[in-house]
């Protein structure tokens, strides 16, 4: 894979990532801009996939939504690493329902409005994981994993999460 094709990757990583967090997290493009010093238009941006954040934005981005950085960055590859390393994701009964294979179904057909619909699922199925009521960094943690890898990913990304949460004001 040639570098721009890794960059055009990790900047539709972040443009889906930083939706789903948002999504997730139940803010306005206002609410968040307000919350992390972002001006709306620069999320618009990012989010569509147009612009190039500065670590800074990014930083006060996830800081705004209580959540790591990294959680912003993280793609399917990497949500397999971590869900091989969680054993609280592999182990949970919940993966056995079968709210996975809709998330799966949604997500392997491709459109953004039925990935979003997984990433609901997704917030659901942590619930029955033994993660808290939404919303919270788990919440926007099992959001982004349901968006690409539904199941483990899902609980792995919220386990990574929680883990990590940016100690901030209650904003979500």
């Known amino acids: ?18 939706l789903v967090a948002r999504t997730a997290a139940d803010l306005t493009q206002q609410a968040l801009a307000t919350a992390s010093g972002v001006s709306r ?14 670590l800074s934005t990014i930083q ?6 209580g959540v790591s950085p990294i959680l912003l960055l993280l793609r ?10 969680t054993t609280r994701s592999i182990e949970s009964p919940a993966l056995n329902s079968p709210a996975v294979s809709t998330m799966r179904h949604l997500v392997s057909a491709g459109f953004l409005r039925g990935r979003l619909e997984a990433t609901h699922i997704g917030i659901s ?18 959001a982004v994993g349901s968006f690409h890898l539904p199941g483990r990913g899902t609980l792995a990304a919220a386990h990574f999460a929680e883990l990590f949460a940016t100690p901030t004001e209650e904003i979500l």
């Open 76 to 85: 399917k590859s990497e949500l397999n690493a971590l869900a091989s390393l």
């Open 41 to 54: 238009a620069t999320i618009a941006q990012l989010e569509s996939g147009v612009g190039d954040p500065k």
């Open 60 to 65: 006060q981005l996830a800081e705004a939504l």
């Open 125 to 142: 199925l942590s619930r029955k994981a033994g993660f808290p009521e939404a919303p919270g960094p788990h919440a926007v943690g099992a």
């Open 1 to 18: 894979m040639s570098q721009i094709q890794s960059t055009i990757s990790l900047a539709g990583t972040f443009a889906q990532n930083l």
